[in-house]
């Protein structure tokens, strides 16, 4: 099993801004994922990111609106950049293989 | 790709028999996965099929058939706490361990 958190837990923000969403997980993992969860809908992924290479998107994704870092095998952040009201939504980041674990999530809502 | 059908929402009453069925396309099927999301949580796993046949986990069973791209979940013994969304989740052989989901079944327990 895998214990992950990430901060902030919530934010509002206003249009035009950024923000960087923290993940942290209790163990060293390969890949760790970042999805999106408007409200009342469905998991989409966003992106998979492994420790020492560039995140892989999914399409309907760039890097420039949502860069990814992973500087370990236990961290990963997750930008959302120049935000609309469009990207209110919870993000959450995932790890593991057949059984995903999942971080308590960050909902975002953007004014 | 991968495409995903469940039903949008089930209404039950307590200690009644709810099945969620699934169905999907996808060019890489690996196995199929259900989570359990209660609102304002975050998704836990509650089962995974790779082959065919039945998995039987307490109260939730789950089933998988290849041959027709379909699956279900199966409360048995239902209880107000198992008022949730529930997903059903394809891995894709070509994807590693990337996970597309479907759009979620809202189950509403009454009493």
């Known amino acids: 099993s895998a214990v992950i958190s990430q901060k902030p837990s919530r934010d509002i923000c206003q249009r035009g801004t950024s923000l960087t969403i923290q993940c942290q997980v209790d163990s060293q993992v390969t890949m760790m994922f970042w999805y999106r969860q408007q409200p009342g809908q469905s998991l989409t992924l966003i992106a998979t990111a492994n420790q020492g290479s560039e995140a892989t998107y999914e399409s309907g994704f760039v890097i420039d609106k949502f860069p990814i870092s992973r500087p370990n095998l236990t961290f990963s952040t997750l930008t959302v950049s120049n935000m609309s009201p469009e990207d209110s939504s919870i993000y959450l980041c995932?790890?593991?293989?057949?059984?995903?674990?999942f971080g308590p999530g960050t909902r975002l809502t953007v004014l | 790709g991968q495409s995903l059908e469940q039903p949008s929402e089930v209404t039950a009453v307590e200690g009644a028999i709810v099945q969620i069925n699934c169905t999907y396309q996808t060019s890489g099927f690996y196995g199929l996965s259900w989570y359990q999301q209660h609102d304002g949580g975050a998704p836990t796993f509650l089962s995974y099929n790779a082959l065919d046949g039945l998995e039987e986990t307490g109260r939730f069973s789950s089933f998988l058939s290849r041959s027709d791209s379909y699956g279900y979940l199966l409360l048995q013994e239902l209880q107000m706490k198992d008022s949730a969304s529930y997903f059903c989740a394809v891995r894709d052989r070509a994807a590693g361990n990337k996970l597309t989901f479907g759009g979620g079944t809202r189950v509403l327990v009454k009493p």
């Open positions: 995932s790890v593991g293989g057949v059984e995903q674990f």
